[in-house]
């Protein structure tokens, strides 16, 4: 185990008003406005799933989207065991994997990356598997035993910058989620992200008897805080307790910045709180409980999801208001404050790791059916 990783604090809003310091001498000067942040909005300019048809059209559950160089669109279908490649256009190119352990075939693959051989690394229920993707199919590459206890656990593929794949899970007999960076041969990093008690912030165990047995269960406020984790190319990774806009970056060289903003969340609608208060009664009967650890809170966390993009730039999404049809988050680069995007609610299931550039996102959308579709959506800067 590394030892404690050093902290050097940067808020957000220091940087916001480094500019207004200024000299004796120099008083009379108009301090410097701070930097206008450009904002891009994205709509969905391609969605790719039917409710009937061809096969290569039809998922069960999807794990991840990614998209390769040439901007085709690669999907995972986690029930089915295999992996699909589109064209940019969105008609089907080829299928890789199927269910199995041999090499070149697939069990639950929940989460892809390319890695920095240009290889596909694809996460599956207790290893990683990489293949060469060629013009009308995919060469199986090699595979790497995951270390971690938290089998079929749905978390990030990284590379740390070093190369090597960063396996997320837990120690066998903890709870705890670490960063394993799997090394040649047998050698293992372990780099712990936060203590057992952050980690659980948010939910409390309850205690049950089913007949003879002992059981304990855990359950959560409705909109409570919760510890959340985001993981980039080349080392990078956040986290945060997403009631405060308090985030630790860490950065590739093991030292750690924090940024910080003086936002809170939005109240709760009156349907939430319906909503909330439904919860925690279902709880109460299902688990026989007196009393409920939690109630429902005046404010929603401000933080919704913490991910990155291929650049590296870290993205802060934000908790939106009841029926915002957007999402929005701030874009970091190494702590500084760079951007805004914002792109439609629907598109969702972005920390697999998310896939995104400066003018893509890739993720997917669920209707009423619950149909399963990998969308794109393609950015514009707002003038």
């Not at 984790?229 to 405060?244: D, E, I, L, R």
């Not at 792109?343 to 993720?363: K, Q, S």
Request: proline share 8%; hydrophobic share 40%; net charge negative.
């Amino acid at each position: 185990m590394k030892p404690a990783i050093p902290v050097a604090v940067a808020p957000l809003t220091v940087a916001l008003l480094a500019g207004v310091a200024a000299c004796a001498d120099e008083a009379d000067e108009a301090p410097a406005p701070p930097p206008e942040i450009p904002v891009f909005e994205g709509a969905i300019d391609l969605e790719i799933g039917e409710v009937e048809g061809e096969d290569p059209y039809l998922f069960t559950r999807i794990g991840s989207v990614v998209a390769d160089d040439r901007g085709r669109v690669i999907v995972a279908d986690y029930q089915t065991h295999e992996v699909r490649v589109y064209e940019a256009d969105g008609r089907f190119a080829f299928r890789l994997g199927g269910q199995g352990d041999g090499p070149g075939e697939l069990t639950n693959p929940c989460c892809m990356t390319f890695g920095p051989e240009g290889l596909l690394w694809v996460r599956e229920s207790a290893r990683y598997s990489a293949f060469r993707l060629g013009d009308d199919g995919a060469k199986y590459a090699r595979s790497l035993r995951s270390v971690n206890a938290s089998f079929n656990l749905v978390a990030p593929v990284t590379f740390d910058a070093q190369g090597r794949v960063v396996d997320l899970g837990t120690m066998a007999g903890e709870t705890r989620l670490t960063r394993f960076h799997l090394g040649p041969g047998m050698a293992v990093d372990t780099v712990p992200m936060a203590t057992a008690d952050e980690q659980a912030t948010g939910f409390s165990p309850v205690d049950i008897r089913i007949g003879d047995q002992a059981a304990t269960f855990y359950v959560y406020q409705p909109f409570g805080p919760l510890w959340i984790h985001g993981h980039g190319p080349g080392g990078w990774w956040a986290t945060a307790v997403n009631s405060a806009y308090a985030i630790a970056l860490h950065h590739p060289d093991g030292s750690t910045s924090r940024i910080e903003a003086p936002l809170q969340g939005p109240e709760l609608s009156p349907d939430e709180r319906r909503r909330a208060r439904a919860r925690i009664d279902q709880e109460k009967e299902r688990f026989d409980l007196r009393d409920h650890p939690f109630g429902v809170p005046d404010r929603k966390p401000v933080l919704a999801e913490l991910f990155f993009d291929r650049a590296g730039r870290l993205w802060v999404e934000k908790t939106g208001v009841d029926g915002d049809e957007m999402r929005e988050a701030d874009v970091y680069r190494e702590g500084t404050l760079e951007a805004r995007y914002r792109w439609p609610r629907r598109v969702e299931h972005l920390a697999y790791p998310a896939w995104a550039t400066e003018t893509e996102l890739y993720g997917t959308t669920r209707d009423s059916l619950d149909i399963w579709r990998a969308a794109r959506v393609r950015f514009t800067r707002i003038p």
